[in-house]
Structures are given as C-alpha cells and as structure tokens.
C-alpha cells in the first residue's frame, strides 16, 4: 500500500496559477490509478482528475476541465496537478488518493488519501 503526501498549496490571487504535488512511498505507485480530490468548507469531497498507472490516460471533473491538468511521474513516485486560471470557488482542502478503479468519480472508490493541502485563492 501506498502512502500518500501533497504539497504545494497556498495563496494565490485570481487568475494565477498552482502546481500541487502528491509524492508516494512504497513500491506499487505504478499500480494505481491515481486521483485528486478537493473540499471546501461545510461541502462534499469533490472529484477533481483523476489518471491511470501509465499516464496514458486521464479524466476531469466539471469544474476542471480546460483549467486543470492532471499528470504522473512513475520514475519519481509523484503525481501532479497543475491549476490554471483559478478562481475563488477552488478554494478548498486538496487531497490526492490511489485507486484500482479507473474511471471512477467517487471518494469510495478510493484510498488511501493524503492529508490533504491548502489552496486558498483570493479575489
């Protein structure tokens, strides 16, 4: 199993631009489908992007799309997120977890999680 830690979060201002990290341990990274999550205060986990062991493959959460960009270093045990043109409404909790269901939306499907890292964007 994997453990999971994210970085990278903080402070932006609207328009701006984060790149989040979530860097694995343990030798079965490339094994799992990997996902980023987030949530903001007083609402649901959110799913965000999510990747395949590969990196052949990805897919996005409405509020992504054509914002956010999802991608995977098998050789670095880290997958990464890279935000574009943030906004406020992306303030929240950011969470990266593993899963062996590709394809999945839900925060069920999977786990472990790490523990999450601030992005707080201002207007």
């Known amino acids: 199993q994997v453990q999971l830690v994210e970085s990278g979060g903080g402070l932006v201002q609207a328009g701006g631009s984060l790149r989040l990290s979530c860097s694995a341990s343990?030798?079965?990274?490339?094994?799992?489908?990997m996902g980023w999550f987030r949530q903001a205060p007083g609402k649901e986990r959110e799913f965000v992007a999510a990747?395949?062991?590969?990196?052949?493959?990805?897919y996005y959460g409405d509020s992504a799309k054509g914002r956010f960009t999802i991608s995977r270093d098998n050789a670095k045990n880290t997958v990464y997120l890279e935000m574009n043109s943030l906004k406020p409404e992306d303030t929240a909790v950011y969470y990266c977890?593993?899963?062996?269901?590709?394809?999945?939306?839900?925060?069920?499907?999977?786990?472990?999680w790490g523990q999450g890292t601030q992005v707080t964007v201002s207007s």
């Open positions: 977890a593993a899963t062996m269901r590709y394809g999945s939306y839900s925060y069920s499907d999977f786990g472990p």
């Open positions: 343990g030798r079965t990274f490339s094994s799992y489908s």
């Open positions: 990747i395949n062991w590969s990196g052949g493959m990805k």
